[in-house]
Each structure stands twice: as C-alpha cells, then as structure tokens.
C-alpha cells in the first residue's frame, strides 16, 4: 500500500478510521487512569496552535487543564456503543446556493484593516520554515 | 413627556404607542436613554463602545419615519448590539485585544434586521472575550459590574447587554448564547433572556465561539419585549447555511396568557446538590405557580445532561480552536511584531488574546488531534446525541421543561476565577438545552437573601420559542419579580 | 559490505495528486466573482467570506459540486451517497482562517480509474483512489526587505483534489495519465488546464521499490510543478537520486522537494520530522450533501460525450479514418463545430476533409488554437454554406479557400462573399464551350501533340481554359468540353 500524503501517519496504525502511532493509539485505551498533562505535552500544543506562552502559564494551564480533561474523563464511562456522533443538531441537509456572482470589495476595503500594507496587498515577514 | 426619567423603563409596546402618537419623539427617548447611560455607565461599565451621535442621528431617522408614516416596528427603540456582532464601520473587538480597531465592512443579519425595523443603537457591549466565560470579567477591556451588587457579576458572556437592560441604560439588547451566554446573565441581573433554537436567527457577523452552539438571542425587561426583538431578528438567512428555512410565527399573538393543560417536565436531577437553596426554593415556587396557572406538572428524566459538562467544554473549545485560528495578525486587528513571522505570529495571540480564550484553544486544539480524537472529540459528539435524545423523548411527554438557569445566584467578582473547571461546573443547567439544540428562556423568580434576582429557565423543543414566550408571558403576569435594581443615577 | 543490485531490480512507485481549479463564475463558498489570479489586480476579487473576516460563514456552491462530480464520473469514479466537509487546520499566512474547508473522510468521488495509452500501444489502468472539494488559497509573493506579500484573490476558489493510486511506474506514465486527464477537464469544461496560471496543477509521490522489499519504502513529495514536461522531467531526476542513494547504501529522508527547471534539478524544500497534524473535524457550518441517485444521474446526463467514445462513433457510424477522428475529437470544440456541419446537411468525409484541410491549415496561418475554433467570426452554419458551394459545383477549391479567407476576416456571410467578388463558378456550358474553341484556336501546337498520344497534356489544356474562366470554370465541365472536341 502507497500512502495517502494525508494520511502519511497511516503507516503507523490505522484505528476506525483514522491514523495514529502506536502510542496515540496505546493512549486511547489509557484513559483509564487519571489525566495528566505535563508542561512539555502544554508547550507542544501551545506550537500547534502558534500561541506564546510563558513559563508561568505552562506551569498554570498543566495543572488546569489537567483538572478539566480528569473531570471530562467520566465522559469514557458512558456507553455509547453504536450511538451516532452529532456534528450538528439540524435537520438541514443540502443546503447550497446557485453559481451566481456577487459584489467583491474594493482592494481599498480588503486592506482597510490590515496591520501592515503595500500595494494593495497584506504585508507579513517573509515566511521561513517553523 | 415630563417625565423622561421613567421613559427608559417603559415597555417597548408603550413607548411605540407613544412614538406612535407623537407624545414623544425617538431623539426624546434616546438622550433620556443616553443620559441614563451617562448616569450609571461609570459605575457598572457596560458599554464596550458608545456612539450617542450615532444613536442620535438614528433617532432623527426614526423620527422623521414616524412623520413619513414609514417606521418600522421597532422605529427608534434604543437597543444595545453586545460586541460579539458585526457592526458596518463601528469597532467590533468581541471582546478582545486581538481586535482592538477592527471596524467590519459588514454588519451581522441580525443586526441589519434590527437596523431595518428602525431601531437605535448607542453602541456596543462589553462581553467575556470570545464569548468565553460566566463573568464579563474575561473582556479584554474592563469588567462589567451587576447592577444589584456592584462587587459582583453579571454574568457572562453577554454580561453587558444584561446589566445594561436591568439598569434601564438601553430597552433591550442583542446577546449570543453558546453554553448559557444569554440567559446565566439574564438570571444573574435578573431579567428575561431568550436562547433561541440553533439557527432560529442567523449566525451571519456574529463572531464565532462554537458554531454548531452559538445562537443570537434577545434580553429585555418583559417577556413582551423579548417576543417584538425575537420577531425582527428570526428568520431564514440564505448567508448562513445553518439557518433553519422556517416560517416566523407571530410572537406577540402567542402571548395569550393562557397555558391551561399544557405539560411541564421537571427534571428532579437538576434540584441535586450544589443547588443553592434559596434558587432551589424561588424555582420550586415558580414551578407552582405554572401549576396553579393551569398547566400540568410530570417528571421527566434527562439521565445525560449529567455529562454535558464535559461534553461542551470538549466540543466548543475544539471547535473554538478552529474558528480563532484566523487571528494572525496578518488581515486585521493587533499584530505583536518580533522577528520573523512565525515569531510574530506566536506572540501577536499569546499577547492578544487573554488566559481563558487560550485555555480553551489548547484544549481544542489537544482533543481534535489525531490521537486523541476519538478518545474526547469523537465521544463527546456521541455523548451529545445521547443528550438530545433525552430531550427528544422528555418532549414526547411534556410540552416543555422549567429547571433552574444557574444553580447559585451571582458570584463575587474574583470568585473562582483561579479555577476553571468549578467554573465550568456552574454551567450544568444552561448547556443540556445548548448541545440539544434547542430553546431556554431565563425568567426572573425571586430574590436570595442578599437581594440578588434569581432565574429559572424554560426549555422548549426546537422552534418552541413562541410556546415559550408565552408560558413566560403568563408566568410573568402572574408574578412580580421583574424589578428595578436599586441603583441612584 | 553494502550489497550491489543491478539498476533493473528498482521499481518506480509514483502516484499522483492533483489540483484543479473549477471554472466557476462565483467561489466555492460565497458569491465573490472568480476571476484570473494572475491577470487580475490584487486584492480585486474578494469578499468578506473569501478575507475570512470574523463571523462569515460559508455557503456551498452547488455548479463547483457538479462539475466535481462530473470529473468524478468521467474518471469512472463512484459517487458516495454522503458528501461531507471538514476542516484542516494549519497556519499559513495564505489561509484566510487558519483552516481550510476540505473533505476527509467523505469525499466527492472514490475509486475511479483512467486507461492511459503506452508507448507500445498496450493499455495501463491507472486507478484513482479520491476526488474531494476544497477552497484554494491565497498567493505569497516575496519581496525585497525580507518581506512577503499576500494576494486572497485565489483564496476559495473551488478545487478538487485528484489523487490516484501508486500505480504509475514511470515518469513517462505520469506523463501520459496527466496529459489524459488534463485532456479531460479540459474536454467537461471545467478548467482550463493552463498550468502556467496554476489553475492546475500536479504534486507527484515518489518511491523506489525491489521485487523482494517487505515494506515500502520512504517516499518524496515533488510540489511546484509548473508544467506537464517539468514533472516528467522531475520525476525522472527525483528516480535516478533515489536510486543512487540507494546504490551507495545511503538512506533517503522523507522530504518535500521542488523542481529547479533551471537547473534541471530537485531541491529539497524541507525535510519532514514528524507527520502533519491537520486536526480534521466536521464543518458545523455546513450540513451534510445527499447525493441522491437521481441527481448522480442529472449530472451524468451533462457529461458530453468523452473524446474516445466519440472518436469511435465518427469512426463507426461516419466512415471516417483514424487519423481524422482523432483530429477532430482533439478539442471539444472541434467535434461541436463538425458535428454542427454535419446537421447542416454536409457530408462526413467532406466535412472532415475541409476543416482537417483547409480550416486547419488556415487556423495554423492565423496563431489560433484549435479550441477556439467555436468562436471564428463565422460559425459551423456558414461553414456548411461554403461547402454545400464546393459540392454543388458553385465554387471550386481554390476559389472556396479564398471565401473561407474572407469569411475569417470580414465574417461575411460565404454567399455574399461570392456574389460580391463575382466569384461563382461558371457552368454555363456557352461560355465554357467558347472559352474552350477560343483556347484550342490559340493552343494549335499542343492540340496536335495530344492528338499525337499526348494525352497528358489535357491538364495543361485545363489549365489554360480555367485561366480564360479567371479560376471560375467548373472544372468537370471544362474537361467535358475540351475531351469533346480534342476526342473527335
């Protein structure tokens, strides 16, 4: 098998579905025991989602957020064996809209918030690898 | 009018009646509401914005409508607009730093319906950043005080618009209720507050928190009130594909004041422990008051709501993460500027936004990755069918469900706010309602014993708003908790 | 000691994915024109939604899903019942949201296949594992003073995502099922396939393999391919690197690479750590798609005739060679126009032959591309009236070519043309008989060879009798004529 760029993951383990390493999946099953999220495992997401943090919040949000996922472990006790999952409450399905062309803004309008402008376009720092 | 002091706390159907008929002009009614703004915004910090010229020259438009014979249902009703929503032009921050400056060059569906029926709007509300939080006091900005105890709460998120409505500073006002935004506030000032059903009003400019949760919704000082707003804002937007294609009933004509026979579900669960019990006895008391109005009581069991903690503050979080990830710094708002852009990038939202808001990104972020998916995303959606359930069978019996909307009365500012998680917890009654999807209203039903309102909650079936409104409305006549509070301009 | 193989044994395993802009009037998700991302002013075509401005949301544009789903069907795709988005988040300054609408696990389209043709003539079936909907992203362009600048013209444009099995095994494989399947797009109307524009545009996965190998092995990502001729070329240097790594006993490294067209050479974009974390979730602003069968069978009801299945009939029910129908099916456009000639009473072999001739040959002269060939100043109406002129007698070849001449720049109308200039053909059996008696009268000398057993020189005859007819004479009549009287 030649693997999806994306699920490139998927080499490791496959698990309903979705693609996980061993131990991602070993972590599914650990659930068991109480939620602890070190300060390492906090900088880690805090990289995945681009926020700054300092040392003192690492060391804050460890502790809350370990307190909030224990709590939010009973959930595990919950038998929803064969139970849908509810993306969204609605009754809605199919809604779309005909291929029909509307107003644009004015570049002057696109950039009117911008931080940092030239020429029409946004301006950020040249993008270098993370 | 001599008597301008009092028109702030009129109902709206008397003040169009007055508008109506000439007694009193929009531009009268707006500086009085503006000078109560002036009187008492020092003291509780409402406005996150105001823009009295705005409003004024607002309310020359609705003036001059009356005259033409072209004014809207709501022409020149001072309304506050929470700074959760779109405004054309005006500074829309939702709360945070992030945003600090961002004028959209559109306003929300909502907005703009409430703009087309004439109303005014002195400017914009404080709220908990993103819409994140019980207390107001997560706005980036400032926090706002409860008009009954200036040492505490409004509640939140939408704690501006509530303590602007309770303190006569505005006629009503705009909020948005994700897990309890509109109506734990509603209760903590102690007015009527309506979460609509998801995608009863559009979601179209109003600044995303959890999508599949956030509802816009009213909060006035009558049941009244609430119906004429909720009848401007309904309806079918084709720019939100959420929004539910569904005929808008008349509000007003449901309110008939009678609710003989109907089936209220009480969900005995929800009187546990944790219940304050001055709130467990004036909901109780509110209970019986249905019930001597003619409806008929049952018991209902809602077995999941004890999980719809950790089922909404799994999913909105996660879907928070998502919907925050578009604050970079690059198109809008505030940038922190170091050197290169991914450093730029991180400290422009570790700076921007505050602790709460980055809390709830790293748990978002945390449960959707791909090893922990199924383990809390994926069971959480689970769990929220379950909940639904319980209420989808609860309504086979019963017309609709009273419970409490908070199980304490308003906190101390400062209270709790070094432990989320207890935070969280006091959200257990407004979220069952939130991840079902369907409607609660707030109704004032006594005070505790240091004066503060409490609120207990009415729950409907999806599209249940006006059966709602109208228990409400029959409940409110019969009662007499919708006060002033005790505040001297 | 490392263990030599022979360069025989590696066994190229290349799959494709490709991006395709659909040739919508409005973005995928919103109302904003579309426009050419490259021609267009920055910034010019963007609305609220596509800038990503807080609190817009998303609306799906049901054409872009048709014209996915038709691409779908034409690669022999099954299209699944639920069709659902998801998000994919990643941070780029390009990305409006910090997310991109996507789909995961319920894609458009699932397992297709395309046959492309070898060089041997034998058939390879490539098949495609997915198509899924997606929103395009805005443009980086770097500046001077370290700086980068973004355009979100390009930004929710709709965007399918081809991406086929690996069952390519060289460079010249790809090529062929690239080519196919810009042939294919092309042919639905749905994108342009100008790759310069980057309206389409084709990543490709490359691995090596050996006959005995447990496992695969590590494979490289080659992005930014500007052109179908870079990718081969791409793939045929990124092969002959693995395989020298290889054969020195080194390891290759997980890597996405680029194509120096300049250099005619990879080079290595950035080395891949750890797998990228895309935090997939449900849309919650979108409900799910129902594609019923009714409407899989609306839209395949849509899908024109594929060019091999109408080179086959033009074959089969018109009589016409190999090499014209597959002339005539190399653009859409082209089988339209001569299908048009046809209704207008025209013969097939005589259509074929005057567009494949004449019109071709004209349309080389004048720089225009064949696809085009709808939008000439004359349509396939006149075109038939020119021919049914040739066939009826009323104009020879020559003469018809001159009006075709006239017809493309002034679109008159071919009648007209010929009224106007005088240039009908004559068959007035007087005049061409005088004509003739008057040439015969000059031409005593070469009337007497032929007489003599010179019968070849009738042409030169003809040739004098057409010259006195001004190029007009029906050429059947002339010859009639002269072998009349030159017979007796």
Known sequence: ?130 | MDDLADVTFLGTGDTLKLLREGQLSAVELTQAYLERSEAMDPQLRAWLSFTPELALAAAERADQAYRDGTAGPLAGIPLGIKDVFSTRGIETTCGSNILRGYRPPFSATVVERLEAAGAVFPGKLNMDEFAMGSTTANSGYFPTHNPWDLARVPGGSSGGSAAAVAAGMVAGALGSDTGGSIRQPGAFCGIPALKPSYGRCSRHGLIAFGSSLDCPGPMARSVEDLARLLQVIAGHDPRDATSLPAEVPDYLAALTGDIRGLKVGIPEAYFGEGLQPEVERAVRAAIAQLEELGAELRPVDLPHSEHSVATYYIIAPAEASANLARYDGVRYGQRVEREGMWPTWRATRGEGFGAEVKRRIMIGTYVLSAGYYDAWYGKAQAVRTLIKRDFDEAFREVDLIAAPTTPTTAFRLGENSDDPLQMYLQDIFTLPPSLAGIVGLNLPCGFDDQGLPIGFQLIAPSLGEALALRVGHAYEQATDWQRRPPLHA | MVHCRAMSDWIPVIGLEVHAELETGSKMFSPCPVVDSVEAAPNSAVDVVSLGLPGTLPVINRRAMEYGMMVGLALNCEIPPVNRFDRKSYFYPDLPKGYQISQYEHPLAINGHVDIGLADGRCKRIRVRRAHMEEDTGKLTHVAGGFSLVDYNRAGVPLLEIVTEPDLASAAEAEAFARDLRAILRWLGVNSGDMSKGVLRFEANVSLRQPDDPDLRTRTEIKNLNSIRHMTRAIESELRRQRRLYEKGEELRQATLGWDEDAQRIVVQRYKERADEYRYFPEPDLPVVEVSEAWVHEVRARIPEMPAARRQRFMDEQGLQAADAQQLTSERAVADFYEAVLESGIEAQVAANWICGALFALMNARETPRETIGELRFGAAAFAALLRMVVDGTLNRGTATAVLEAMWESGADPQQIVRERGLAQISDSDVIEETVDQVLAQQVQLVERYRAGETKLLGALMGQAMKALRGQGNPAAVRQALQQRLDV
């Open chain 1, 1 to 130: 098998m030649h693997v999806n760029p994306r699920r490139e993951f998927c080499k490791l383990r496959i698990h309903k579905g979705r693609c996980y390493t061993a131990g991602q999946v070993n972590c599914i099953y650990r659930l068991g025991s109480p939620m602890e999220l070190t300060p390492e495992a906090v900088r880690e997401i805090a990289a995945l989602a681009r926020l700054d943090l300092d040392e003192a919040e690492v060391t804050l949000f460890a502790e809350q957020l370990s307190a909030c996922l224990d709590h939010f472990r009973k959930l595990q006790e919950v038998n929803s064996d064969d139970v849908e999952p509810t993306a969204s409450v609605l009754p809605l399905r199919n809604v779309l809209r005909a291929d029909e062309v509307g107003a644009a803004l004015t570049p002057n309008e696109v950039i009117a918030n911008a931080p940092d402008a030239e020429d029409f376009q946004f301006r950020v720092s040249a993008v270098l690898e993370d």
